[in-house]
């Protein structure tokens, strides 16, 4: 035993090396010690060296000993953050037993300390101190009352809904984003008129967060959300719009097609892009006829909305939108193409190829190799392997890759002299997804 105590302290003196692996090297050496390690590793915590102290804190942690639990609350008021999150973390991974010391430092002076220590709690995950945290929603310092928050998310713990749901209102963003996101992973439905009244917040971030978390609520937010189709604000329409679509229910269908017709170009946006995800091709006509919208956002969005369907009646569509203005309808048409994925969109994507916007060209290039027919294909990659634009040339040996013609090995080959490094390096790996091999001139293999 004297020995494995006498091992540990020159262990622990080690941990002044200045290399971060060597210092992971001793940690690992201290784990295997167990028990001995921790008296010398709990003095360790007092030295001077901030990265000793932050070393011996991360090596009681994964040792998990109770008794070095007050010492690691200590820390949690440490001069340096490191020492400071690298205790919390060990008192994480210690667990059930150091929650009691947890929550006697929730309520402690320290305010770095309080909110390490709901962190803390927060991970270790026992719903039963949900009600103390709660307490804590009071605290004086914003740091603590955030992490107290997030903290509540983490256990989802039903007891903290309704105090949360306060916290949505709050003039600090952060505050009220980090609610926001609490209730999401809480899922209480009484949660979910709330979340949508956040949406009029005047953050964009509170409101970002609100949305996500009414997306995660799934089939029961639908019935409010499509009421707030009807809302007044045009902010909760748009991101009405936006989470129906990312829920897929399909009661949404004929409301999002009465929002085509909204005063506002967002929500037009929005209900676009949502109606490919709950859409049938029934509302392919519906899409078809804002492709003449007098805005590009609104063209792009039925474009994608349209590609979304997936359905073959959608490509003549999609195909007409590669001459659109606007590049960036475009290049969305290209994509949509590719996703659609049937024989007849080859034809227009090999027409694409021609674009004059080099990131249309780049996506015809790819939707063509990720549709994966070859006839017609691999004649028109061939000849954008020439292409001006070096971005291009790449994605044209990415798709060629994905098609996996022989043909073309030659081809592909010519450009081990291009100017470009990244170029050479893409026809190498393209030559060697087809035929298993580096190249070999065809004259070579003869």
Same mark, same amino acid.
């Given at each position: 035993?004297?020995?494995? @105590?006498?091992?540990?302290?020159?262990?622990?003196?080690?941990?002044?090396?200045?290399?971060? $692996?060597?210092?992971?090297?001793?940690?690992? +050496?201290?784990?295997?010690?167990?028990?001995?390690?921790?008296?010398?590793?709990?003095?360790?915590?007092?030295?001077?060296?901030?990265?000793?102290?932050?070393?011996?804190?991360?090596? =009681?942690?994964?040792?998990? @000993?109770?008794?070095?639990?007050?010492?690691?609350?200590?820390?949690?008021?440490?001069?340096?953050? @490191?020492?400071? %999150?690298?205790?919390?973390?060990?008192?994480?991974?210690?667990?059930?037993?150091?929650?009691?010391?947890?929550?006697?430092?929730?309520?402690?002076?320290?305010?770095?300390?309080?909110?390490?220590?709901? %962190?803390?709690?927060?991970?270790?995950?026992?719903?039963?101190?949900?009600?103390?945290?709660?307490?804590?929603?009071?605290?004086?310092?914003? +740091?603590?009352?955030?992490?107290?928050?997030?903290?509540?998310?983490?256990?989802?713990?039903?007891?903290?809904?309704?105090?949360?749901?306060?916290?949505?209102?709050?003039?600090?963003?952060?505050?009220?984003?980090?609610?926001?996101?609490?209730?999401?992973?809480?899922?209480?439905?009484?949660?979910?008129?709330?979340?949508?009244? $956040?949406?009029?917040?005047?953050?964009?971030?509170?409101?970002?967060?609100?949305?996500?978390?009414?997306?995660?609520?799934?089939?029961?937010?639908?019935?409010?959300?499509?009421?707030?189709?009807?809302?007044?604000?045009?902010?909760?329409?748009?991101?009405?719009?936006?989470?129906?679509?990312?829920?897929?229910? #399909?009661?949404?269908?004929?409301?999002?097609?009465?929002?085509?017709?909204?005063?506002?170009?967002?929500?037009?946006?929005?209900?676009?892009?949502?109606?490919?995800?709950?859409?049938? +091709?029934?509302?392919?006509?519906?899409?078809?006829?804002?492709?003449?919208?007098?805005?590009?956002?609104?063209?792009?969005?039925?474009?994608?909305?349209?590609?979304?369907?997936?359905?073959?009646?959608?490509?003549?569509? =999609?195909? *007409?939108?590669?001459?659109?203005?606007?590049?960036?309808?475009?290049? $969305?048409?290209?994509?949509?193409?590719?996703?659609?994925?049937?024989?007849?969109?080859?034809?227009?994507?090999?027409?694409?190829?021609?674009?004059?916007?080099?990131?249309?060209?780049?996506?015809?290039? =790819?939707?063509?190799?990720?549709?994966?027919?070859?006839?017609? *294909?691999?004649?028109?990659?061939?000849?954008?392997?020439?292409?001006?634009?070096? $971005?291009?040339?790449?994605?044209?040996? #990415?798709?060629?890759?994905?098609?996996?013609?022989?043909?073309?090995?030659?081809?592909?080959?010519?450009?081990?002299?291009?100017?470009?490094?990244?170029?050479?390096?893409?026809?190498?790996?393209?030559?060697?997804?087809?035929?298993?091999?580096?190249?070999?001139?065809?004259?070579?293999?003869?």
């Amino acid at each position: 035993m004297a020995s494995a @105590n006498k091992q540990a302290s020159d262990l622990v003196a080690k941990l002044k090396a200045k290399s971060a $692996t060597s210092r992971d090297e001793v940690i690992d +050496e201290l784990i295997q010690l167990g028990a001995a390690a921790v008296p010398p590793l709990i003095k360790a915590l007092r030295h001077k060296d901030y990265k000793v102290r932050m070393a011996a804190a991360q090596a =009681l942690g994964r040792i998990r @000993n109770k008794e070095a639990i007050s010492a690691l609350i200590e820390t949690l008021s440490d001069s340096s953050k @490191n020492a400071q %999150e690298a205790a919390a973390d060990a008192l994480t991974k210690i667990g059930p037993p150091a929650v009691s010391a947890l929550l006697d430092a929730l309520i402690g002076k320290d305010q770095s300390a309080r909110k390490w220590a709901a %962190e803390a709690l927060g991970s270790i995950g026992d719903e039963s101190v949900a009600h103390e945290l709660v307490a804590r929603l009071s605290d004086a310092n914003i +740091e603590v009352q955030r992490a107290v928050v997030t903290a509540l998310g983490a256990l989802k713990s039903k007891k903290a809904i309704q105090p949360l749901i306060g916290v949505l209102s709050s003039d600090n963003v952060e505050l009220a984003r980090a609610a926001a996101e609490a209730l999401g992973k809480i899922r209480g439905s009484v949660a979910v008129e709330p979340l949508i009244d $956040t949406l009029q917040s005047p953050s964009d971030d509170v409101r970002r967060a609100a949305a996500q978390s009414l997306a995660q609520m799934g089939t029961r937010a639908v019935p409010p959300l499509l009421e707030a189709l009807q809302s007044p604000n045009y902010m909760v329409r748009r991101y009405a719009a936006e989470i129906l679509g990312q829920i897929g229910d #399909e009661r949404a269908r004929q409301p999002l097609l009465k929002s085509l017709g909204d005063e506002n170009d967002r929500v037009v946006h929005y209900a676009a892009i949502a109606l490919g995800e709950v859409g049938k +091709e029934s509302v392919i006509p519906h899409l078809a006829k804002l492709l003449r919208h007098a805005q590009a956002s609104v063209r792009c969005a039925s474009v994608q909305g349209l590609a979304a369907i997936g359905s073959p009646k959608v490509v003549p569509h =999609l195909a *007409a939108m590669l001459d659109d203005e606007d590049w960036v309808t475009r290049l $969305t048409a290209a994509k949509g193409l590719g996703r659609v994925g049937s024989r007849t969109c080859i034809p227009h994507l090999a027409r694409a190829l021609r674009d004059d916007e080099w990131s249309v060209r780049l996506h015809a290039a =790819l939707s063509l190799g990720h549709i994966g027919i070859k006839k017609d *294909a691999v004649q028109a990659l061939e000849e954008t392997l020439k292409d001006p634009k070096s $971005t291009v040339r790449r994605g044209a040996c #990415e798709a060629l890759a994905m098609l996996g013609d022989a043909s073309c090995v030659d081809a592909l080959g010519a450009l081990s002299r291009d100017e470009d490094d990244k170029v050479q390096q893409a026809a190498a790996a393209a030559i060697f997804e087809i035929v298993g091999e580096e190249y070999v001139p065809t004259k070579a293999r003869r």
